[in-house]
């Protein structure tokens, strides 16, 4: 059974999108709630997958990887197993920090970070290339990124 969202529960996850470190009183106190109650909505939306977790947003430049690229990848053969195998395999790479089974003139969409582009050759060479069933990759690189946001809109 699905869970269904209510005004509460999206001003709570809006909240959150906002600053994933704010307190549970900051929380009550915003929605004129006590702690328990938005203690519980919390923890159901949590158990109902809408909040997946919480991480810290990085500068990637200070983390030391200087190189953000998209990946377009094509399989040569789309049987289900080799789409599995496939997707297992990207999964194992940390480099790829995103991946997309996309509709289009590809079949994957891939976000890679490297240290610089000899760290992203060095990829392109061992990881990506050993892969199998690759058929055809574009790399286009990001020279600016001009919008990211964390929070949905309404």
Do not use: W
């Not at 377009?72 to 920090?97: D, G, Q, Y």
């Amino acid at each position: 059974m699905d869970y269904q969202m209510d005004a509460m529960d999206q001003k709570i996850v809006r909240l959150l999108q906002q600053d994933g470190k704010m307190k549970l009183k900051e929380i009550a106190s915003s929605l004129k709630m006590t702690s328990t109650p938005v203690f519980e909505r919390i923890r159901k939306l949590e158990q109902h997958g809408i909040i997946k977790g919480y991480s810290a947003q990085v500068d990637l430049k200070k983390m030391g990887f200087s190189i953000v690229a998209f990946c377009s990848v094509t399989l040569e053969r789309h049987h289900t197993e080799n789409l599995i195998a496939f997707e297992k395999a990207i999964k194992e790479i940390p480099e790829i920090v995103e991946c997309y089974h996309i509709a289009g003139l590809f079949d994957y969409l891939l976000k890679i970070v490297a240290r610089d582009m000899e760290d992203y050759q060095r990829f392109v060479t061992f990881e990506l290339a050993n892969l199998q069933n690759i058929g055809r990759v574009q790399s286009s690189f990001v020279m600016t990124e001009l919008k990211k946001v964390d929070v949905l809109p309404d």
